[in-house]
């Protein structure tokens, strides 16, 4: 399919869980994205990491913390969330950042918050 | 704010027609711009794009036309299949920024 992928690719979680996502990307890219995608909004980029250094933070409540060990992998990790949070988390990565190159995203985790 | 949004939510076509899905962008210094799909249950997929120094560019079954004077993007889909059914979404660039602003997407569903 794509060479992004995800796990859990659906999470139901309550409110006092802890939980992480997962991406992974075998395109051997140096840019990696966490984004939300809600129903009947656009996609919104939470967080963007360029050779493992967080870029960008997109006033991000602190309940989602990302990590990012090397450039093949990225984290997303998800504590005390409220039930607004439950969305679709995608995760996409792009040859660079900071110059116009394609995102290719992955499947994306469904998450519901209860 | 400015933002990109897209003129119909919904796109219902016959097979074997040709599918118009349009946007509105509002920022003048946006020269980038991505057509991407969607199906149920998978991630956005790149289909084309184009740069402002161009107004239309064609690729298999697509072309994206941009027209600057007015801010607007299309995608036409020729000779619209069953699988082309699915959420397609435009995204813009600001000259100098690296993310992208996506569109809130346009639903596309193709009869037999």
């Known amino acids: 399919e794509t060479g992004v992928t995800q796990t859990p690719r659906h999470l139901v979680m309550g409110m006092t869980n802890k939980k992480s996502l997962k991406c992974e990307q075998h395109?051997?890219?140096?840019?990696m994205y966490w984004y939300k995608q809600s129903a009947k909004k656009p996609l919104e980029l939470m967080f963007v990491?360029?050779?493992?250094?967080?870029?960008e933070n997109n006033s991000v409540p602190s309940r989602f913390s990302p990590e990012c060990p090397n450039s093949s992998h990225l984290f997303l990790h998800l504590h005390t969330l409220q039930p607004e949070d439950s969305a679709l988390y995608l995760c996409?990565?792009?040859?660079?950042?900071?110059?116009?190159?394609?995102?290719?995203f992955g499947p994306g985790t469904r998450l519901t918050v209860t | 704010g400015e933002s990109v949004g897209l003129h119909l939510p919904t796109l219902s076509v016959q097979e074997g027609d040709n599918s118009i899905i349009n946007c509105a962008y509002s920022n003048s210094a946006s020269d980038y711009f991505i057509w991407y799909k969607q199906e149920s249950g998978k991630g956005p997929q790149f289909i084309i794009d184009i740069r402002s120094n161009m107004d239309k560019r064609q690729g298999q079954r697509v072309t994206v036309l941009l027209n600057k004077t007015v801010k607007h993007l299309s995608l036409q889909i020729a000779a619209t299949q069953p699988g082309d059914s699915a959420v397609y979404f435009c995204a813009e660039n600001i000259s100098g920024y690296s993310t992208l602003t996506f569109g809130k997407g346009t639903m596309l569903l193709v009869s037999p």
């Open positions: 395109l051997g890219h140096n840019a």
């Open positions: 996409a990565s792009s040859q660079e950042w900071g110059r116009r190159s394609e995102q290719y």
């Open positions: 990491y360029s050779l493992e250094e967080r870029v």
